[in-house]
């Protein structure tokens, strides 16, 4: 598989999973800027939406959506129980969870990096997503993940996502639970051994 993705963006998160999966994948870099690759072709006649993540199969499919990719990746790897089994109550926990992360958080930093949001505007994203993190902050009592016993994509997904407050003046370092909760994960190998091949930890 190969998996096309630009260093610290939400391709981070699919990224994290399949280090964790333990299969075998290739890593290309995908400019979000210049939509160029490393080999100078344009990334749009990979992927027509421009961004990452997209995972391509080994039989030449592509699939695009973190989210999707996630589940994809656990469900090739059963054993390392990245998702719950297809048709449980946790199942549906989990997919609650990637829909919340990408619509209420994710897309909620958006227009916190996009340049052409005005300045008047930003306060109340700002404070939106803060909200948001501060309820996520509540759900983690008592809990080590966010569905069940095991890390899954959700948690490589919260990870990354919450993580992106420290570029953008989001401050968490009052919600304990969310600062202890990331500190877990990222004292995990697999997601430190992606970090580094993203070049965000030395």
Known sequence: MKLYYSPGACSLSPHIVLRESGLPFDLV?????????????DYYAVN???YVPLLELDDGQRLSEG???VQYVADLAPA????PAAGTMDRYRLMEWLNFISTELHK??????????????????HQRVSDR?????TQLEGREWLVGSHFTG??????????????????????QRLVAYRERIAARPAVQAAMKAEGLLK
């Open 108 to 125: 909620g930093f958006s227009p916190l990096f996009n340049p052409a949001t005005p300045e008047d505007a930003k306060p109340m994203f």
């Open 154 to 175: 959700a948690d490589a997904y919260l990870f990354v996502v919450s993580g992106w407050g420290g570029y953008v003046g989001v401050d968490i370092s009052k919600l």
């Open 67 to 69: 989210p999707a990719i």
């Open 48 to 50: 027509p939406k421009g």
């Open 133 to 137: 993190l501060a309820w996520v902050d």
């Open 29 to 41: 870099q995908a400019s979000t800027k210049t939509h160029k690759l490393p080999d100078g072709s």
């Open 80 to 83: 390392r129980q990245l998702a």
